[in-house]
Structure formats: structure tokens, C-alpha cells
């Protein structure tokens, strides 16, 4: 696939997605979402690749969907297509995708960020939901996982007001798990995926599956499936090796099996 909306490069096992609308805020159109989902399958099917980095630029991570592209279309067009339901497949990505965010993360943007599975905060980033400005609501999950993430009253004040909160403010929140300086926010978030890429993958396999499951599951239904998917690993010959070279007091060396 030719992309035009994404720049896609690979630096050791790590997938660099970048998106690259700039005249546009990073928005989100239909193209983005169908390079980015073929991006993310190619990363999800090459076994030389561990984790993935999402970016933006330095003003926008991505201002929102592309309120041009939504702004003619009427119920039967956005109901009877399902307009943008293609994100859910962005959150079938098996192994882990990083949102490294610099600048503004508003509606769409701050939703698909919340899709990834952490996100790191440039000093500069800054998030919202601001449809309501729009006389609409966020439509790709965002009330749900922003709710999730910084809980009801703060979820509820940005959904309503459309504030936008910068990066101490969701750091504080617990929607990013940490701020770089703007500067260092895609090495920093490469390494971090490099330290990833370089773990047993079936370990990270079920270590995001796990996580992700607390978002889905009771407690008591969430830790029975942490404890089948830890007793599964059992039967990997990477839970042997890095047993064996804790023990041996070396580095462990994966085979994926
Ligand atoms: N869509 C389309 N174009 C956009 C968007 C966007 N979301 N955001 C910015 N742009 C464009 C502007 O139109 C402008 O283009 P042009 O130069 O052709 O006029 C260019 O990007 C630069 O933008 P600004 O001149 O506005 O830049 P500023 O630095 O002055 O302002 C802001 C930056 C504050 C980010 C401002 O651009 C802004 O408020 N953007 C809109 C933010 C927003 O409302 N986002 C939510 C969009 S709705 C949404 O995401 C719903 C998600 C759910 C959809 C799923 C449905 C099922």
C-alpha cells in the first residue's frame, strides 16, 4: 500500500508510525484509518517486530477526526456505515503500540491515543474532548476510556466543558504514564519500545492481554484469566530459558516459542 497520511519506518524491532497530515492537524479521515490499520497488521505479522511507537508532530499528535470530511454527512450516512467503527480493529493490534504525544490530542486524537496502550506525554501535549463545541460527542470510545482512565468527574467535566487538560494534569490523572521533555518524547519512546521488543513476545502477548482485560472484566473473572494465561506460559521454552538464565545469572535469549 502507498501511503500518503503515514510515514512508516523500522528501527531495530521497533515500528515508528508517524502520522503526517500536517497541513490538517494530524485530523483523521477515512485514509488515515486504512493505511494506519494495514500499518499496524504488516507490524502485527512481521515476528522481526516487538512493539510499535504512534506519533504525530510537534503541534498535533492529531486535532481530531476530520470534522471536514463528518461535517456533510447525515445520520443514515454515519448509522448505516458505521462511520469510523474501523478504529475497533486499531485495538485488535496483538503486540503493544506506544502513543507518543506532542502537542494537541483533542476528540478523535485524544481517543485513538487512549487506544494505544500507554501513552508518554511530551511536556507540550495536550488533551480533550472537545465535540461538544462541535454539538456532538466523542464517537470512538472516548467517554469510555477516558472515564477509565482519569475517572468520572474529570471524564465528565472535559466531555462537557471541552477543556483541555496539558501534560502534568493528565500525568496527575493518570491518563499518561509519564512526561518527557518535547525534545527527547520519540527516542525516548523508541527505547522504551526497544526494552519491550526485547522481552519474550509470547510473555508481552499475554502481559497486554491481561492488563487490558481488567478494563472488560470483574475482578474475580479478571484475576482467573491473569492466572490460566500465567499458567500458559508455563508451556512456552522462553518461561524454561528465562528461568534457567536468571538462575544462571546471564541474559535470556528468546526464541518467541
Ligand atoms: N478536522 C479537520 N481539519 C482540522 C481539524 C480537524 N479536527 N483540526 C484542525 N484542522 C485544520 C484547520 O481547519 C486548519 O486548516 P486550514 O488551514 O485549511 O484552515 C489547520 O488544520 C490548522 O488549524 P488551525 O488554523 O485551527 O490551527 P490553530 O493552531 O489556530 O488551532 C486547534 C489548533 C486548537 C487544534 C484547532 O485547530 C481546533 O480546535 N481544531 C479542532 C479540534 C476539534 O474540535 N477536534 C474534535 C473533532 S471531532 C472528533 O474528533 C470526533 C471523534 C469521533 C468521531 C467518530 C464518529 C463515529
Known amino acids: 500500500m502507498n501511503y500518503e ?7 531495530g524491532a521497533v515500528t515508528l508510525v508517524t502520522l503526517n497530515r500536517p497541513k490538517a492537524l494530524n485530523a483523521l479521515n477515512g485514509r488515515v484509518l486504512s493505511e494506519l490499520l494495514h500499518a499496524m497488521a504488516a ?5 522481526s517486530q516487538g512493539c510499535a511507537v504512534l506519533t504525530g508532530s510537534e503541534k498535533a499528535f492529531a486535532a481530531g477526526a476530520d470534522i471536514k470530511e463528518m461535517q456533510a454527512q447525515g445520520f443514515a450516512d454515519m448509522y448505516g456505515h458505521d462511520f469510523f467503527a474501523g478504529w475497533d480493529a486499531f485495538t485488535r493490534t496483538r503486540k503493544p503500540v506506544i502513543a507518543a504525544v506532542a502537542g494537541y490530542a483533542l476528540g478523535g486524537g485524544c481517543e485513538v491515543a487512549m487506544m494505544c496502550d500507554f501513552i508518554l506525554a511530551a511536556d507540550t501535549a495536550r488533551f480533550g474532548q472537545p465535540e461538544i463545541k462541535l454539538a456532538v460527542s466523542p464517537g470512538m470510545g472516548g467517554s469510555q476510556r477516558l ?23 493528565a500525568e496527575r490523572a493518570g491518563l499518561v504514564s509519564r512526561i518527557v521533555p518535547a525534545a527527547d518524547l520519540v527516542e525516548e519512546a523508541i527505547k522504551t519500545a526497544a526494552t519491550i521488543a526485547g522481552m519474550a513476545p509470547l510473555a508481552v502477548k499475554a502481559n497486554k492481554e491481561m492488563v487490558n482485560a481488567a478494563f472488560d472484566m470483574g475482578l474475580s473473572q479478571g484475576v482467573q484469566f491473569e492466572r490460566r494465561l500465567f499458567h500458559g506460559l508455563f508451556g512456552t521454552q522462553d518461561q524454561k530459558e528465562g528461568m534457567a538464565a536468571f538462575v544462571e545469572k546471564r541474559a535470556g535469549v528468546w526464541t518467541g516459542k
Not at 497520511?5 to 528501527?11: D, G, K, Y
Not at 472515564?147 to 494534569?169: F, S, Y
Open 5 to 11: 497520511t503515514i510515514l512508516v519506518e523500522q528501527r
Open 43 to 47: 507490524f502485527d505479522a512481521d515476528p
Open 147 to 169: 472515564a477509565r482512565a482519569v475517572g468520572k468527574a474529570k471524564a465528565m467535566e472535559m466531555c462537557l466543558t471541552g477543556r483541555m487538560i496539558d501534560a502534568e494534569e
